[in-house]
C-alpha cells in the first residue's frame, strides 16, 4: 500500500496489540486512527437514517401554521 502525507515523515512506531503483541505502523496511520474512529462513527450512524424523511414534514408544518 503505498500513502503520500506532507506532514508527516516515514517514522515508524510501535503500537501495542491486545494479545500483547507488537506491531510497527506509519505515525501518520496511527494518528488517522486515533483522531477519525468519531468521525467514521458519526458517518456509520447517520447512514442508517435517511435524512429526506426526517425534512419532509418542515413544509407541512410552515403550510399550516399560516
Keep these: 500500500m503505498n500513502m503520500i502525507s ?3 515523515d516515514s517514522t515508524m512506531i510501535e503500537v501495542p496489540q491486545r494479545n500483547e503483541e507488537v506491531k510497527k505502523k506509519p505515525i501518520f496511520i496511527f ?8 468521525v467514521e462513527r458519526a458517518d ?3 447512514s442508517y437514517y435517511s435524512l429526506l424523511s ?7 408544518k410552515v403550510h399550516f401554521g399560516f
Design 54 to 60: 426526517k425534512t419532509v414534514k418542515w413544509p407541512k
Design 6 to 8: 506532507t506532514i508527516h
Design 31 to 38: 494518528q488517522y486512527n486515533m483522531f477519525m474512529k468519531g
Design 44 to 46: 456509520q450512524y447517520l
